[in-house]
């Protein structure tokens, strides 16, 4: 058997205690039918010393959860790693970068389609007042630039004052209706690659009244036989623009009014993979990663 490290949250970080061992679980099954072992070491172990992972042939840090909240000694950890030159997939480097949504201008300057995207050092009322003029819409949503899981991200309404912005640097996007809607194009659709192969598609929708997504508040998560028409057109474009040497990746998009297809994000650090819905259980990862292994 292979071993392999995993990257887990900080054992101090009560918020993720009683998930990351299930998703840990998952993982571990699929990787153990290509004879590879999981090691579990908390990537905050690792900041300023990588030596105790580059003895391993791969690092994966697939569950390094809470390092929007520590945003700072993250990028000095992903630093140290590139430079220590640790075997890590997705390559240090990415997962750094990855960790701030400002990519997705980067990656709109590339031609790649994401919603209109106003981009702010502090978000203040009047950045919030005059995003709905700019994009002609009367809900709109802000986000920290770095963040997770929705975290600290506001859905404001024309005329509602704003409460619990996010500190520092954040964004504001038009709200895309159809997150909410019950159609068969509704909701948020994303698309899982392992080793640049399409691997299987998720639909995740709300529930009523409610715009995230995510399991936390409810989100209901749904199989796809196959992307929808002109999903994997967006998402091949946006693979290609990132240019990288990915092991994985999930594209996340939604549905504009206009019809098209816009990203929302490019999750190339700890997605969840929804490996309940891969039809194969995870097979495709799991040889992804034997072929770095052998690479």
């Given amino acids: 058997m292979t071993r392999i490290a995993v990257l887990t949250p900080d054992p101090s970080d009560a918020s993720y205690a009683g998930q990351w061992p299930g998703v840990l679980q998952?993982?571990?099954?699929?990787?153990?039918?290509?004879?590879?072992?999981?090691?579990?070491?908390?990537?905050?172990?690792?900041?300023?010393?990588?030596?105790?992972l580059t003895g391993y042939p791969l690092v994966l840090p697939l569950i390094v959860w809470g390092y929007h909240r520590d945003h700072q000694r993250w990028i000095q950890a992903c630093r140290i790693w590139e430079?220590?030159?640790?075997?890590?997939?997705?390559?240090?480097?990415?997962?750094g970068w990855n960790s701030d949504k400002s990519y997705l201008g980067r990656l709109a300057d590339k031609g790649v389609a994401v919603p209109?995207?106003?981009?702010?050092?502090?978000?203040?009322?009047?950045?919030?007042?005059?995003?709905f003029d700019r994009f002609g819409t009367d809900v709109v949503v802000v986000k920290p630039r770095v963040s997770g899981g929705a975290w600290k991200t506001l859905r404001l309404t024309r005329g509602e004052t704003m409460e619990g912005a996010p500190e520092g640097p954040a964004m504001?996007?038009?709200?895309?209706?159809?997150?909410?809607?019950?159609?068969?194009?509704?909701?948020?659709?994303?698309?899982?690659?392992?080793?640049?192969?399409?691997?299987?598609?998720?639909?995740?929708?709300?529930?009523?009244g409610e715009f995230r997504i995510q399991v936390q508040f409810g989100g209901q998560y749904v199989a796809l036989p196959e992307p929808p028409e002109g999903?994997?057109?967006?998402?091949?474009?946006t693979l290609a623009a990132i240019g990288?040497?990915?092991?994985?990746?999930?594209?996340?998009?939604?549905?504009?009014?206009?019809?098209g297809w816009r990203l929302m994000e490019a999750e190339l650090i700890e997605p969840d993979f929804y490996?309940?819905?891969?039809?194969?259980?995870?097979?495709?990862?799991?040889?992804?990663?034997?072929?770095?292994?052998?690479?």
Avoid at 83 to 95: F, S
Avoid at 231 to 237: D, P
């Fill in 26 to 52: 998952r993982l571990s099954s699929a990787l153990a039918a290509a004879d590879v072992t999981v090691e579990p070491t908390p990537w905050t172990d690792h900041i300023e010393d990588a030596s105790g």
């Fill in 83 to 95: 430079a220590a030159g640790v075997r890590m997939r997705n390559p240090a480097a990415v997962i």
């Fill in 116 to 131: 209109d995207t106003i981009w702010v050092d502090g978000v203040t009322q009047t950045d919030v007042d005059a995003a």
């Fill in 172 to 208: 504001i996007q038009p709200y895309l209706p159809s997150i909410e809607s019950q159609d068969e194009l509704g909701g948020e659709t994303s698309l899982l690659f392992f080793g640049g192969k399409l691997s299987h598609v998720v639909n995740k929708r709300p529930v009523s």
């Fill in 231 to 237: 999903a994997l057109a967006l998402a091949e474009a």
């Fill in 244 to 259: 990288e040497d990915l092991l994985y990746a999930r594209i996340d998009m939604a549905r504009a009014p206009d019809g």
């Fill in 275 to 295: 490996l309940g819905s891969a039809p194969d259980g995870g097979r495709k990862f799991a040889e992804a990663v034997r072929a770095v292994l052998e690479a």
